[in-house]
Every structure is written in C-alpha cells, then in structure tokens.
C-alpha cells in the first residue's frame, strides 16, 4: 500500500496539477546543477541516522543523518566531473548540458522520497519556474546496495524512467518483468556467485560455510553460490543470514554456528556493515584461523579498517570490478571547496570534519575557525586516492551510457527514428521511455579503452578481478590483485590465476584446508556416510581386479582381460605371462636332463655298435636295441617341445611326438619281453614257435602298435587338435600360457594306449622272470616296467593338480623319468658286462653254462 500511494502521487504530480503547498515536503537536493537535459543521483552521503519514535498522533520529524561517507560523496563528485567533462565535449550532446540533482539519503524513507522528487520534478526552490513546471530527471544514477535499489527502481520502472546503478549486484535486478528500466554497470551477482563457486573448488575447498546479508542482496547471491557450488561438487555446511539492524540473538546464532563448524572457509556475501560486527565479535570470542571469501561489496571497503577485528580478516579472498584510470578526477576532486556549493550543508560539514575547523563563526563548538584557504591539493585520504578506481570507475561509465543516449535521441533524424512511423522524441519534451529505448542500445568505448554496453537484461559484460587483502590494520588495507575472471572468454580460460603469492588466513602462505572428508587417493573409491552431505564420505579400496586411477573416484572399473590392478591399484598393468621358460631355472634343469638323456642315449647306441657283434649284443636281439636306444633318444628330445613359449606347432607336436615315441619305445620293450618268453618255450621238445616271432615278425609287432597310436594322434590332430591357450581362471594376476587339450578324448586315448602296452610288458616281463638265462633281460624288464607304471600312476594326479607351468614341469619329469628309467635298467648292466666285465661277454655266461657269476 505505501508503494501504491507514492505511485498515485508522482502520477498527480506529473499530471500538471499546481501543488506548490507540497515544495516544503520534497527531499531537498545536496548537490544541483541546471541543464537541459538533469541527471538524478541518490548517494547515500551520510550513514546512520537518529530519529524520534513515531507516536502515530502527529507527523514524525524527519531522522537525522549523522556519520561523514566519504566513499559516496567520491562517487557523488565523480558523477559531477563526469557531466562536466560531457559539457565540454562537443562530440557529445553539441547545444546541449547536462545538469544534475544529487539527493543525499540514509534511509529506505528517504531513498524512496529521493526517487519520487526526482522522477515527479518537485524541487524545494524553483524562483525561475513556475512550481507546476515539471523538471524531471532524465535517468537516476544509484544506490550503493541492492536492497535500497530494489525499492525505488521498481517504482521508477513503472514510469520508465531509467536506473543505473554503480553497486546494486543482486542478481533478482535482471528481470526485466519486474524492473523494466533497471541498467548496472556493475555485474550481476549472478557471475560473481558463480565465480565464488569456482574459486573455492579452484582451491580444493569442498567443506564450506556462507553468511548472508538478510535481505534481496544477499538471500539471492548466496542462494546462487550454494546453486552453483552443487555443480562444482563443493559441499555448504551451513547457511545462516543476519542484519546488523537485526535483533543481537541473529548474530550470537552466526557466531556460534561458525564457531562448531567443521569447516576453515567461511563465503561471505554481505555488506561491508555486516562483516565489521561479525569479525569484531569472532575476534572477541578468539574465534580466528579462518578463510574469508567475500563478495564485491565489502572486500575492497576501506571501513573494514575501523572494525575492531580488522585483523581476522587477513588474507580474504574475494572478487571485484577491474581497476581504472579516470584522467582528470583526481585534479578535480582536489580542487573542491565550499564556495563551489554554497547551499550544501554536507560539504560544509565534510569540510569541517577534514580540516577540524568550522565555517560558521557563530557556531558554539572547541573548532577553530576556517579561514577560507584551505585546499585539499596536499591533503591524502581516500577522498582524494584515485589509485583503487573500481565502483567509482563505473559511475563515470553511468554517466557517460547516458549521455550518449540522450545524444542518439536528439541526434536522430526524422523519418530514420526508431519510433512510429520513423519518427524521433520530441527534444523539448522527452519522455523517459524514449531515453530508455536508446539506453538499452547503446555501445560504446571509453576514451580508457572500456567497452560500456547492456544486455537485454540491463547487465553489464563480467569481468572480475580475484583479490587478496594481504594486510589490515587499523587505517590501512593493502590490497593485491591475484587473478581475473572474464565470463566474455571461453569457459575454460575465465578463471585464470597470475600466479601472485597469496596471503592466506592469520597471514600464513600455506593454502588452508577446509574438507568433510580427505580426498581419496587413487586406488580407492568413495562411500557416502549415511544422513551426510556427498562431501562427507569414506574411501574403500577397489575390488579385486578393479582400479580407479583419479582422486575422489566415485566408483571403480575393471581391467581389461589381459589386464590386472598394481599393487596400488591406480593402474591397470599387463598380467604376468607363466609359462616354462629356457631361461628360468627349472627349465634350465629340465632341459640338462633332456639333452644328458639324449646324450647317454647316444653314447650307450655308440657302445652297442661298437661291441655289435659280441654275445651279449647279439642275444638280447640287437635290432631291437637300436630301435628302443633310437626312441629313447626320440623321447628324451620330445621333452624339449613342452619347454618354451606355447605356439601351435609346439602344442600339436609335444602330445603327439611323445605320443608316438613312447609307444615305440613300449613296442620295443615289449617285444624283446615276447621274444625272451619265447625262446624258453622254444627250447621245450617238439616246439615250433619261434618261426611265429622272427625278425620280421619282431618289425611288424613294433610298426602295428607304433602305427595304431599314429592312428589316433591323427585322428586326435584332425577332429579337435591341441592349441595354444591364456589360462585367466586359475590365477587373477597372472596368464597362464598353456596348450589346451583340444580334445581331451584324444589325449586320454594316447595316453591310455600307452599305459595298456606298458601293462601287457609288465605282464610278460613278470611270465618270463625267473627263465634260466644268465642274463635273463625280462627281470631288468619287470622292474622298468614296474617304475614306467608307478611314474605315469602318480602323474595322473599330479598333472590334474599343479598350476601353471608346473603341470608342463610335472609332465616332462614324468616322461624323464619313465625315459631314465628304461635306460638305465634295461641298458646299463648291458654297458657294465661290456666295458667292465668282458669275460662275462661270452655265449656260454649268456646262455648259463657257468656257475660262478650270477645275476
């Protein structure tokens, strides 16, 4: 309803009803100037004020403003050079000023007093003009706060009448629905809220705290921030907002909130007012170590020096607008005086309160009296400090958007206007909705270089400095710029440190730490602890087979087949490859025991040879022998095929080679076992049964049997042959080359063929043990045969049982030892009797015609 009335008065006014009773009801302005066309400002020049309780019976005073702002009455100056350097310049409205009306206020009553005076063109003393004369602002500069602007913008924006704002960031400016004539040369919170996010996850904080201003200004930055840390996987443990107007349990609620936390990073986005009562009372309760990351409305402000724990708030973090070069203002600030504005009270008294004298002679007060020279030429103070030009750098830039709108209008040509039917504003009787169309297309550059444009929401391009208060003390606050951040730029190159050193926290130069939980290394995932935020979590290592190889993974993946995890799993790395190698030990030993086999073989076959014609050779049928020494040798040398990398020649090979060899070798042996059996029944009267086991018969037996295991490693090698094989099943970190049985049938089958010869040897070796012979071979048979079954009985297990390349080690030992085992039982006491005994190699001690020597 207050809104709704002041809405119905400024109509009334600007209607043109004479109302010259209400002049002594207006908002005097501080600061004036005629022009053709007047700019309005609202500066809050003074802070805090004093005013009685309303008694709701008679009309309240009006409260008085008390405290000196020094920082606004420089934005107020400033707005003055600026339209005067615009009145100089002929490029820019030529036969045109500009004038201005300055309202000073320090109230929300008086900021919307301020905007109603000034867009309904009542002045206090109007002696050229008739009072029903309107003298309307053509565009209000300000206010320093958002809450404030909120206010009378959306009064002002129901007339049209453009608001430019220096300070007011709140994001809920930008709609357009609400405040349709709302214009910023600041940017919207939006991107610095956005950039706080990014800045805290820049620096790994994930565990955060956020304090707010209570009112649009900070519930709506901070709600953004907390928006977009959620993106930024940043996690905000607390929230709470306080007014330094508010009630004093508000603040003791933030500090004890701050004061339990866990987390080291507090986000501020509050006013300059806020942060002062809130570092003073942390510093009081010895609440300290923390990171302040602040918002451009208190982080560069020179006020926080007054606050009684300035000294906490070393090494905050926060952004704000770029740094400026105004040419001239500092010229023009220094030469201010008194006389420029005689009806002004707050210069008189800013200029009272600078020089501690008094400029009125009949004033009771301890002052001494001014005496009219003093200057401000030799005077350092913020006033006068142009080194830090950022807010103030974008009042200038207000200043100038509307001048060079209000030259495109009166500029305009008939019939190429923007307006109905092509044409123009009428230059004596502008409206504000016609300045306002011009404003939102305006583009331009600065005589510094700065491009000064708006968006279809009135913002201004983001551009952002990163700064680092590096030293506060009382009257002095070193400021350092540590970064940028440009929203103009591509996404991956907006934020971008210039590598400064940063004073952090209590001054250290170790950058803090402020997490719910340690990251997790890689190696490990996360695990959300139950009832927390996603930031609050434990790390478990991978499954088995699984890794994560980057920080704070959220979940594991499994390696590739061939693949498995290192030791730290972070990385998946090739699985060992095992297969019985030349070059490890155990296949250098088995394959000395190959060759050594071989090589006896041969010797033993050089011997036999050698002594080819003596009784003991002969007897025990020497072609047989050399066959059997032949497919010892065959064997032997087959072991070498299990040795090595598994390919495909070497898996058809190993099982059949000794397959086959071995099945020559039993045909061997047990052919010389038929025929010693033989021989006794042959010398039994009337026997004729060695014509049935003559030599060629002897060749036939050998080549039948030896062909039948031909015929089923052939058909084994045909249907389903042995390949090579990556065994992943039996160990997880390691691949297992082997041959692969192709059929197992097949190699159960060559195996049982061998094992059924080696059963019918043994059988005719233990029928033939005990004949008469002096060197009865069958005995020597019976024992070979005895361990060849014991060996190839035990390896069945054993081979079924062993892993890796163990089960080839087991299977070539096997075949070793069946081999070693013929050789040496059916060979070496032939080899004993013929190069240590040859007496003994005689036919008589071979047929048993001599007692003296028995075997």
Not at 206 to 215: C, D, F, L, Q
Not at 729 to 753: Q, T
Request: net charge neutral.
């Amino acid at each position: 309803m207050p809104q709704l009335k002041l809405v119905l008065l400024v109509l009334l006014i600007r209607s043109g009803t004479p109302m010259c009773q209400l002049q002594g009801r207006t908002q005097p302005s501080e600061l004036s100037k005629a022009g053709d066309f007047v700019l309005g400002g609202i500066f809050t020049l003074r802070t805090g004020y004093r005013g009685s309780v309303p008694s709701f019976q008679t009309s309240p005073d009006p409260p008085t403003c008390l405290h000196i702002n020094v920082r606004e009455f420089k934005f107020a100056q400033t707005m003055i050079f600026a339209i005067e350097e615009v009145n100089q310049n002929p490029a820019i409205l030529p036969n045109h000023t500009l004038g201005y009306k300055i309202h000073n206020s320090c109230g929300m009553t008086k900021i919307i007093k301020s905007a109603i005076d000034l867009a309904s063109g009542q002045r206090e003393v109007i002696k050229e003009r008739n009072c029903t004369k309107a003298d309307t602002a053509q565009a209000v500069l300000g206010h320093s706060g958002s809450a404030p602007t909120v206010g009378f913008a959306r009064i002002l924006g129901r007339f049209r009448i453009p608001v430019l704002s220096h300070f007011a960031t709140c994001a809920c400016l930008s709609n357009r629905e609400e405040f349709p004539s709302f214009f910023r040369t600041i940017p919207s919170d939006l991107h610095q809220s956005r950039a706080l996010a990014k800045l805290v996850k820049h620096f790994g904080w994930t565990w955060v705290g956020a304090i707010s201003n209570k009112n649009d200004y900070g519930i709506n930055g901070i709600a953004t921030f907390i928006q977009a840390a959620q993106e930024e996987d940043v996690c905000v443990e607390y929230h709470v907002a306080f007014e330094q107007t508010g009630p004093l349990h508000e603040l003791s609620k933030v500090v004890e909130t701050v004061k339990y936390s866990t987390s080291k990073v507090i986000v501020a986005f509050m006013s300059h007012r806020e942060v002062n009562v809130l570092a003073t009372e942390l510093y009081k309760q010895n609440i300290t170590g923390l990171q302040w990351v602040g918002s451009d409305a208190w982080i560069t402000d020179h006020s926080l020096t007054d606050s009684e724990g300035h000294s906490i708030l070393v090494g905050s973090l926060g952004f704000t607008v770029s740094k400026a070069q105004i040419p001239g203002l500092e010229e023009h600030l220094r030469q201010l005086h008194p006389s420029q504005f005689p009806d002004s009270q707050f210069v008189r008294d800013f200029w009272e309160d600078v020089f501690d004298c008094t400029l009125n002679d009949t004033a009771n007060t301890q002052r001494k009296l001014c005496s009219g020279n003093e200057s401000l030429q030799n005077v350092e103070s913020y006033f006068t400090d142009v080194s830090e030009l950022r807010f103030t750098n974008n009042v200038y830039k207000s200043v100038y958007a509307v001048a060079h709108a209000l030259h495109s209008l009166v500029t305009c040509e008939e019939q190429r206007g923007p307006f109905l039917n092509g044409s123009c504003a009428d230059t004596k009787n502008i409206q504000p909705w016609q300045v306002l169309h011009y404003l939102q297309n305006i583009n331009f550059t600065t005589s510094q270089g700065e491009r000064v444009m708006f968006d279809q929401n009135g913002d201004s391009p983001a551009r952002y400095e990163l700064i680092n208060l590096q030293q506060v003390t009382s009257g002095t606050m070193h400021v350092s710029t540590v970064g940028i951040f440009d929203v103009t730029l591509p996404p991956e190159r907006q934020f971008i440190m210039n590598g400064m050193k940063i004073v952090w926290g209590r001054g250290s130069h170790t950058v803090p730490v402020s997490v719910c939980s340690e990251s997790c290394p890689p190696g490990k995932r996360k695990v959300l602890q139950k009832g927390k935020p996603v930031c609050c979590y434990d790390c478990i290592p991978c499954a088995e087979g699984e890794i994560s190889n980057i920080t704070d993974s959220i979940e594991c993946f499994k390696c590739l087949f061939d693949y498995w995890p290192n030791t730290r799993g972070d990385t998946c790395i090739l699985k060992e490859i095992e297969f019985l190698s030349y070059a490890e030990i155990m296949g250098i030993i088995l394959t000395f025991f190959c060759l050594m086999g071989a090589i006896l073989t041969a010797m033993i076959a050089l011997v036999f040879f050698h002594f080819r014609e003596t009784p003991i050779v002969r007897a025990n049928n020497s072609e047989l022998s050399f066959l059997l020494l032949f497919s010892l040798t065959l064997c032997f040398l087959c072991s070498l095929t299990f040795i090595g990398r598994p390919s495909e020649w070497s898996c058809m090979l190993r099982h059949t080679a000794f397959g086959i060899t071995f099945v020559l070798c039993i045909s061997c042996v047990l052919g010389k076992t038929i025929i010693v059996l033989m021989a006794f029944k042959a010398t039994l009267p009337g026997s004729n049964v060695m014509k049935w086991f003559g030599p060629a018969q002897q060749r036939l037996s050998v080549l039948a049997f030896t062909l039948a295991q031909v015929l089923i490693c052939i058909l084994w090698l045909t249907i389903n042959p042995p390949f090579p094989y990556k065994n992943m099943n039996h160990y997880k970190d390691r691949i297992i080359l082997e041959c692969a049985l192709g059929s197992p049938v097949g190699f159960w089958a060559v195996l049982g063929y061998i094992g059924l010869l080696a059963v019918l040897c043994f059988i005719f070796a233990f029928l033939a043990r005990n004949l008469p012979d002096n060197f009865n071979e069958a005995k020597f048979i019976t024992f070979t045969m005895l361990i060849f079954c014991a060996v190839w009985i035990t390896f069945i297990p054993a081979y079924v049982s062993s892993p890796g390349k163990f089960t080839v080690a087991v299977e070539i030992f096997a075949i070793l030892a069946s081999s070693y085992g013929l050789l040496l039982f059916i060979f070496i006491p032939k080899c004993y009797v013929i190069l240590l005994r040859p007496e003994q190699n005689t036919k008589k001690h071979v047929m048993g015609k001599t007692k003296d020597i028995h075997y």
